[in-house]
């Protein structure tokens, strides 16, 4: 899928009315796009302003400012900085920070760094605008009051620039929120005389971008109200008309209309060549919609013609370093994709996808966990296309036509090296972030992250009141980002937590062992197909793939997994998922290491569903978990990292056990053997203590929780034991999509598992249910093992590429090195004997590893059906 380019505007520094009649001239020509003539005049202008008034008048710092705005218009990003900066500082000495020519300074800067992809740097200056403007309203001085029109006029003009940077990082609904509250806030304090506000225009213009994919009529609505604004207030030759017509074609295009969108762009690159000429951000971004619009119609060669115009066209004006040259370069290697031109397209690719993931390095650095998401979806798109040409270039998907030359399986190890630098990647950096941060011995750092996790705490507080609202939910929510984004801004160890290490897929096979096997598991077309990525100790060149997909009728996500459930579920022979899901990959690996014994996998997608090892060979009857050892990870880029024994002699060997909780529900609560629901669960005691009298053979300091004391207050104080076990109720409630809170937020906070009066919580106390989010909180940061001996634990939010929102994912972030959860809702006694023979074995010597396969494999003997000893799966080390 190309990408298309929507305008956002971005107001403009407005000479004033008294100057000297250069400055108006530099204003003239500027408004009409003729910036090359502006640039002496606004030379001039500085001059001028300097000899007339001197450096420290408003009037050369209003000159300066425009010489600036031209140089940003040429693409000059560099040299306008520099001249802002000396202005910021100049401004200050002069008049103060708390002044309106230094608010107008900051906000300028932070264009300018937004321009450059600076988005720290960027929201740093609009906030900081934005606070004195605060500081301004706040003292209702005379200087207020003398400048009151133009003390409102800033903060929507700051605000709006934010919106835009929120915009441009994913931020969407942030965006939204902003834009909305800015135009009612003009429409009340303006009246009647809104319209003619020029941001009023801005802001209704971007509103509309938001609306193009989710309610494109809303959008063209929105963009014709903007065309008549900026026809009476600029004219129909201004760049702000051009900038709307052209995000008006691309509500053409997306509302099925190419030929009406054709003659418009056809015609808007007539009269920007006439009025600004050829070198112009308008022109240049006109071409590419034109280029992409006639990608979509297959006039491939014309597509490219216009394309490589834009691209010579935006280098020679504007520069490699940024975004709408990555984008062009994007749009060209699909051209040559689709034109079987896969080497030209190849080298492309490369370069757009190395430019994605320096910018993910740079700005992941500041972003909260959910602004990290929000920022690389917005990227993904270029990622993903890789991802896709890629495998096609590999040959694993025949394509009709398509002449051998162009095929090399060479691809496959970028795609590998791909994953190891993007899977998990929000996932790994946040859990790395808060195991260096508390390392750091730094009490003031540690003291702000604690406060950040109390609010955190505050949100599943207000979550689970009856009488919550989304309003003060999201107030938490934006004052844990605040505070996250802080940390981020300001603390080297949270930085560096984000921070990654190239790893290549050689690094990976370095650490294999003879029988061992790293998968990578991804998702391709909505799920159709899956690619295994494949490395042995034999791997050579590349690494191998094997490609698992849907049938003509039927598809993976669908109807075989739903039929993997339901003979779960039911008790019955499933025949058909280990040819379907596991036969492809097994097979590919048996070719190139003939005694296979151990497969380090990351699962993808559906794959977080599957329990491989509960899938029978219809042929040998073996099950997977017989014919070889399985080792999920999030990301075969773990290996690398593995340190186990020097973590091991640092932690000191205790346990804590719970088990059947009080629920607080009464007498008539009934016994059950099911973990789910609120029935009391008494084999829990069983377990709990038999898994004590294993620990205390081996002289293991151990805790027992049990009845009123399994309760959540006792797990959220707890301190890194070694192994942590919590036998009750487990649940996952699938998010409503209706709710206003981000999606993986909810994910996390309709999942966890219940502990004591949580039937029945006293008042002023928790509640008795542990969310995940709540479990990101835990002091898990040197604990070995967490079992979750509960129903559906390992459930939650899928999400392609970065693994499920739930608890397994919290209590990775909280520490825990490897965590036992369940996939589908457990039988009680099974259970129980389960762990017995897991901790039996683990304690007598075996890895974690060794002793829970056997514990599998010893269960399946009494109990035949996966069923009762497939529930669970092994994650992390």
């Not at 490609?547 to 993976?556: A, D, F, G, V």
Request: hydrophobic share 40%; proline share 3%; net charge neutral.
């Amino acid at each position: 899928m190309k990408a298309v380019f929507i305008l956002l505007m971005i107001p403009l520094v407005v000479a004033g009315q008294t100057w000297d009649e250069v400055s108006v001239t530099t204003a003239r020509a500027y408004h009409a796009g003729n910036f090359e003539q502006a640039l002496p005049w606004a030379r001039t202008a500085v001059k001028l302003a300097e000899q007339e008034f001197g450096t420290t008048h408003p009037n050369y710092f209003t000159s300066i400012n425009d010489l600036a705005s031209v140089l940003k218009k040429m693409g000059r990003y560099a040299e306008a900085q520099t001249i802002e900066q000396q202005i910021l500082v100049a401004i200050s000495n002069a008049l103060g920070t708390e002044h309106l020519a230094y608010v107008t300074a900051l906000k300028n800067l932070g264009n300018t760094c937004l321009a450059l992809e600076e988005y720290q740097q960027a929201e740093f200056y609009y906030s900081r605008a934005n606070l004195l403007v605060g500081k301004i309203i706040d003292k209702r001085d005379a200087y207020y009051t003398e400048n009151t029109f133009q003390v409102f006029d800033a903060h929507v003009s700051t605000s709006l620039q934010l919106g835009v940077l929120l915009q441009r990082t994913g931020r969407l609904q942030v965006a939204e929120q902003t834009y909305t509250k800015l135009i009612q806030f003009c429409k009340t304090y303006l009246g009647e005389t809104y319209q003619a506000y020029p941001p009023y225009a801005t802001l209704v213009n971007n509103l509309a971008l938001l609306y193009m994919d989710k309610d494109a009529e809303k959008a063209e609505a929105y963009l014709k109200e903007v065309l008549v604004l900026h026809q009476n207030g600029h004219g129909e030759n201004s760049a702000y008309y051009f900038q709307t017509l052209l995000n008006l074609a691309s509500v053409y295009e997306r509302t099925q209309r190419p030929e009406e969108a054709q003659n418009l762009l056809m015609l808007l690159l007539e009269k920007i060549k006439a009025t600004q000429g050829e070198t112009t951000a308008d022109y240049i971004t006109t071409l590419s919609n034109l280029a992409q619009l006639l990608f979509n119609q297959d006039q491939l060669n014309e597509s490219e013609r216009y394309t490589l115009q834009a691209l010579q066209l935006h280098e020679r004006s504007f520069g490699k370093n940024n975004q709408m040259y990555q984008t062009l370069l994007h749009n060209l290697a699909e051209t040559y994709q689709w034109q079987n031109r896969f080497a030209e397209a190849d080298s492309l690719f490369k370069i757009v996808v190395q430019k994605v993931l320096s910018d993910v390095e740079k700005n992941f650095t500041y972003l909260t966990e959910s602004e990290k998401r929000s920022f690389y979806q917005h990227n993904a798109l270029f990622i993903n296309e890789y991802a896709s040409f890629a495998l096609f270039k590999s040959g694993a998907i025949p394509l009709p036509g398509l002449p051998k030359e162009q095929l090399s399986k060479n691809s496959l190890r970028d795609l590998y090296n791909l994953q190891l630098s993007t899977k998990a990647l929000i996932l790994n950096a946040t859990a790395k972030m808060k195991h260096n941060l508390l390392a750091s011995n730094d009490t003031l750092l540690i003291n702000r992250f604690e406060k950040w996790e109390q609010l955190k705490e505050q949100i599943a507080l207000e979550y689970n009141k009856p009488g919550s609202t989304q309003v003060n939910l999201d107030s938490i929510v934006q004052q844990v980002e605040w505070l996250e984004s802080t940390l981020a801004k300001y603390s080297s160890f949270f930085r560096k937590g984000y921070a990654t290490r190239t790893v290549a897929w050689q690094d990976v096979q370095k650490k294999l062992k003879p029988g061992e096997a790293a998968v990578e598991l991804v998702r391709y077309y909505n799920g159709l197909i899956y690619a295994a990525l494949i490395i042995t100790p034999q791997t050579k060149l590349h690494p191998e793939v094997a490609i698992i997909k849907s049938s003509k009728t039927k598809s993976l996500e669908k109807e075989f997994l739903s039929y993997y459930k339901n003979s779960i579920q039911l008790k019955t022979t499933d025949t058909i998922s280990y040819n379907r899901f596991w036969k492809p990959v097994f097979d590919t690996l048996k070719k190139y290491t003939p005694k296979l014994k151990k497969i380090y996998l990351s699962p993808d997608g559906i794959f977080n569903e599957v329990n491989f090892n509960t899938l029978q060979n219809p042929v040998t009857k073996k099950y997977v978990v017989d014919e070889v050892s399985l080792h999920l990870l999030t990301n075969t880029r773990e290996v690398v990292d593995f340190k186990p024994k020097s973590r091991k002699e640092k932690t000191k060997r205790t346990a804590v056990l719970l088990g059947r909780p009080d629920y607080g529900a009464g007498t008539d609560l009934t016994e059950g053997t099911m973990r789910s629901g609120f029935t009391d669960l008494a084999a829990t005691e069983k377990e709990v203590t038999g898994i004590a009298k294993i620990f205390a053979t081996k002289k293991w300091p151990t805790q027992v929780l049990t009845a009123r004391h399994a309760s959540e207050e006792s797990v959220k104080q707890l301190v890194n034991p070694h192994v942590l076990h919590l036998a009750t109720h487990g649940f996952f409630l699938p998010p409503s999509g209706n709710n206003n809170m981000h999606h993986q937020l909810e994910a996390t906070l309709q999942s966890g598992i219940v502990l004591a009066h949580a039937a029945n919580p006293p008042p002023g106390q928790d509640d008795g249910i542990l969310t995940a989010y709540e479990a990101m909180q835990l002091n898990l940061d040197s604990t070995e093992l967490v079992v979750l001996s509960a129903c559906e634990t390992g459930l939650g939010s899928i999400e392609a590429g970065e693994g499920v929102y739930g608890l397994q994912r919290t209590l990775k972030v909280a520490g825990a090195r490897t965590i036992l959860m369940s996939l589908w809702k457990v039988d009680d006694v099974a259970t129980q004997e389960l762990m017995i023979l897991f901790y039996s074995r683990w304690l007598s010597g075996s890895s974690i590893r060794q002793a829970f396969r056997y514990a599998q494999q010893e269960l399946k003997r009494k109990y035949p059906e996966p069923y009762y000893w497939g529930a669970f799966v092994m994650t992390g080390e």
